[in-house]
Structure formats: structure tokens, C-alpha cells
């Protein structure tokens, strides 16, 4: 497997910690999941120190952090977000998002570009959350990115890999480089579809967190994501058009 | 001094970022910004902050 900045993950499965039914639940479902790493974000901290307890949980997964910048509309706000997460995670890994469009939340790509070029000098290892765009792709990685997040649908909208041809040539162009479908997963299949198209790595949320039962979904998700991963490595075969019988033609009994 | 912290005005006798965490109770991992700016924590006691300042903490919170 890649290695992310310098990182092994145990596991190709990144998993997010929002809108979990209980901190219970969340907990066992990191746990059922067996992801190595989840995504976090920082809010404005409460008069009981709410962010303190789900530090303290978060912490006791033993799993890597990968803090977002959620919710950021400017180079600015999102750097400054950059900033505080660094210091309060500890870590110079950072999801960065950087939101361009109210209801599709896609990516402002121009933006983006710009701020992992000033994180990557201030020596943070960016994850930047992006459109599946080659041009894009080459600018996110001259400017210093060393992985790169396609989405595969909208954040939250279940609608599986949108643009399965540009994912494909996104890692046709890129053989080197760590891929991650991040967001638009719906049902596990659309994680393993990822990984069959040799994707290093699938970022989800909604999908697990959302289920009726997010335990089990996310033990599936794990299933799924080992299962794309090893039938890519297995080689699949080509579609074809017209059928070929897969029982031996010669030898058969003559009957009629 | 008026002070504005997380969105909220608020009367205060801190006249430092770091004696403003301590008056408002805030402890563990928080990161702060004033007026739009990261403070790193290391620079908070020595950080003077002025009538109106809009102050941020914030704390680890669920994300995707």
C-alpha cells in the first residue's frame, strides 16, 4: 500500500466522526470498521468543555487524525482553521476543504490550490478534498500535495462515483501518487467500486454514521473496501458484449 | 472591557488572551484566534487584547 506523508495505514478505510447516533455507537463502529484513521474538526468550544470528552474518546481509538477545515469559504479562513487544528490535534496532517457552492458543497478548486501552496510552505502535509479534475490534480500537486481526494459524489448525498471515466483517468494519470474517493459513498458497494479502480483509499462518513444500524454498516464497509482492494490486485476481467460459455464446448454429449 | 468571545459580548477584567481562557473557565486542548488571527498558545499571556476584540476558541469536535 502507498504511504501517506511517510504513513503506512493499516487499512484502506478512512472513517468520519460526525452525526453518529451516541458517542457509543461511534465508538463501536470505529472499532467494528477497523479504520485506521478518522476525520475531526474544531468548533467553538462550549461553557462544559464538550470538546474535551470527545477529545479524551477520540484519543482512546488509537486511530490517526486527519482534522478538516469544514465549512471554510476563504484561503484565509481555511489556513487560520489550518492552524488552530494543527495545534490542538498535534499533527501537520489537514483535510483541506475549502467550499465553493452552497448546495453541491463542491470544491472552490481555485482557492484550494491556493491554500495548499501556503499550508505546504507553513510545512503542513495537506489532504486536499477535490474535484476529480486532472488540471487541478497536477496544480494541487505542484503545489506541494503528496495525496489527493477526489470526490465521488456530493458530501452526504450517497450517490456512489458520479464520474467513474475521470476517476479512472485520474489514476491512470497518476499511478504514483495516494488516491482517496472522498465523499458521495451510499452503500458499501460504492466503496468497494472505488477500490477496484485501484483507489489507495476511501474517506467516508454519512454512509456508516446514517444507517439504521452504523455498526454493522461499517463492519460492510470494511468488508467492501477489503474486497475492491483485493480484486483489483486479483486483475478483473474486460466487459464484453456477447456472451462466452464459461462450460467446455468440446466433449459435450451428443443428445439431439 | 467589552470583548466578544465566541459570538457572545461579554464584560471581562482579563487583560491578556491568557487570563481571558482562565476567567471564562476554558481549559484542555483549545486552539484561539483574535480578531480573525491564530494566537498559538504559547504566545497567549503575552497577547494584550483591547476593547471589542472578537476572540475564538475552539475545541476538538466530530467532523467528516
Same mark, same amino acid.
Given at each position: 500500500?502507498?504511504?501517506?506523508?511517510?504513513? =503506512?495505514?493499516?487499512?484502506?478505510?478512512?472513517?468520519?466522526?460526525?452525526?453518529?447516533?451516541?458517542?457509543?455507537?461511534?465508538?463501536?463502529?470505529?472499532?467494528?470498521?477497523?479504520?485506521?484513521?478518522?476525520?475531526?474538526?474544531?468548533?467553538? =468550544?462550549?461553557?462544559?468543555?464538550?470538546?474535551?470528552?470527545?477529545?479524551?474518546?477520540?484519543?482512546?481509538?488509537?486511530?490517526?487524525?486527519?482534522?478538516?477545515?469544514?465549512?471554510?469559504?476563504?484561503?484565509?479562513?481555511?489556513?487560520?482553521?489550518?492552524?488552530?487544528?494543527?495545534?490542538?490535534?498535534?499533527?501537520?496532517?489537514?483535510?483541506?476543504?475549502?467550499?465553493?457552492?452552497?448546495?453541491?458543497?463542491?470544491?472552490?478548486?481555485?482557492?484550494?490550490?491556493?491554500?495548499?501552496?501556503?499550508?505546504?510552505?507553513?510545512?503542513?502535509?495537506?489532504?486536499?478534498?477535490?474535484?476529480?479534475?486532472?488540471?487541478?490534480?497536477?496544480?494541487?500537486?505542484?503545489?506541494?500535495?503528496?495525496?489527493?481526494?477526489?470526490?465521488?459524489?456530493?458530501?452526504?448525498?450517497?450517490?456512489?462515483?458520479?464520474?467513474?471515466?475521470?476517476?479512472?483517468?485520474?489514476?491512470?494519470?497518476?499511478?504514483?501518487?495516494?488516491?482517496?474517493?472522498?465523499?458521495?459513498?451510499?452503500?458499501?458497494?460504492?466503496?468497494?467500486?472505488?477500490?477496484?479502480?485501484?483507489?489507495?483509499?476511501?474517506?467516508?462518513?454519512?454512509?456508516?454514521?446514517?444507517?439504521?444500524?452504523?455498526?454493522?454498516?461499517?463492519?460492510?464497509?470494511?468488508?467492501?473496501?477489503?474486497?475492491?482492494?483485493?480484486?483489483?490486485?486479483?486483475?478483473?476481467? =474486460?466487459?464484453?458484449?456477447?456472451? =462466452?460459455?464459461?462450460?467446455?464446448?468440446?466433449?459435450?454429449?451428443?443428445?439431439? | 472591557?467589552?470583548?466578544?468571545?465566541?459570538?457572545?459580548?461579554?464584560?471581562?477584567?482579563?487583560?491578556?488572551?491568557?487570563?481571558?481562557?482562565?476567567?471564562?473557565?476554558?481549559?484542555?486542548?483549545?486552539?484561539?484566534?483574535?480578531?480573525?488571527?491564530?494566537?498559538?498558545?504559547?504566545?497567549?499571556?503575552?497577547?494584550?487584547?483591547?476593547?471589542?476584540?472578537?476572540?475564538?476558541?475552539?475545541?476538538?469536535?466530530?467532523?467528516?
Amino acid at each position: 500500500m502507498k504511504r501517506f506523508y511517510g504513513t =503506512e495505514l493499516p487499512n484502506p478505510l478512512m472513517l468520519g466522526t460526525a452525526q453518529y447516533p451516541s458517542p457509543a455507537i461511534l465508538e463501536q463502529a470505529f472499532r467494528a470498521s477497523g479504520a485506521g484513521v478518522a476525520t475531526v474538526s474544531l468548533r467553538r =468550544e462550549g461553557a462544559g468543555g464538550a470538546g474535551q470528552a470527545f477529545w479524551s474518546m477520540i484519543r482512546d481509538l488509537g486511530v490517526l487524525i486527519l482534522p478538516n477545515t469544514a465549512g471554510c469559504h476563504t484561503v484565509k479562513e481555511a489556513v487560520t482553521t489550518a492552524h488552530m487544528a494543527r495545534e490542538v490535534f498535534d499533527t501537520p496532517w489537514i483535510k483541506l476543504e475549502l467550499i465553493g457552492h452552497t448546495d453541491s458543497l463542491q470544491p472552490d478548486v481555485f482557492q484550494l490550490v491556493e491554500a495548499a501552496r501556503i499550508l505546504t510552505e507553513e510545512g503542513f502535509q495537506v489532504f486536499p478534498y477535490t474535484t476529480e479534475d486532472l488540471i487541478v490534480a497536477e496544480r494541487l500537486l505542484a503545489a506541494g500535495c503528496q495525496v489527493l481526494m477526489p470526490w465521488g459524489a456530493p458530501i452526504g448525498s450517497g450517490r456512489g462515483l458520479n464520474n467513474e471515466y475521470a476517476l479512472r483517468a485520474m489514476r491512470a494519470e497518476f499511478p504514483d501518487v495516494p488516491l482517496v474517493v472522498d465523499a458521495g459513498i451510499g452503500p458499501p458497494s460504492h466503496a468497494a467500486h472505488a477500490m477496484e479502480l485501484g483507489y489507495d483509499a476511501v474517506l467516508l462518513n454519512t454512509a456508516v454514521a446514517r444507517a439504521g444500524d452504523p455498526v454493522a454498516m461499517a463492519q460492510a464497509m470494511a468488508l467492501a473496501v477489503q474486497a475492491g482492494q483485493r480484486a483489483h490486485q486479483a486483475d478483473p476481467i =474486460e466487459p464484453r458484449d456477447m456472451a =462466452e460459455p464459461s462450460t467446455p464446448v468440446i466433449g459435450k454429449a451428443f443428445l439431439s | 472591557m467589552k470583548i466578544v468571545i465566541n459570538g457572545e459580548p461579554r464584560e471581562v477584567n482579563a487583560e491578556t488572551l491568557g487570563e481571558l481562557l482562565a476567567e471564562c473557565c476554558f481549559s484542555g486542548r483549545v486552539a484561539t484566534a483574535v480578531n480573525e488571527e491564530f494566537v498559538p498558545s504559547s504566545l497567549r499571556i503575552a497577547h494584550k487584547l483591547a476593547e471589542g476584540d472578537r476572540v475564538e476558541v475552539v475545541a476538538p469536535m466530530q467532523g467528516g
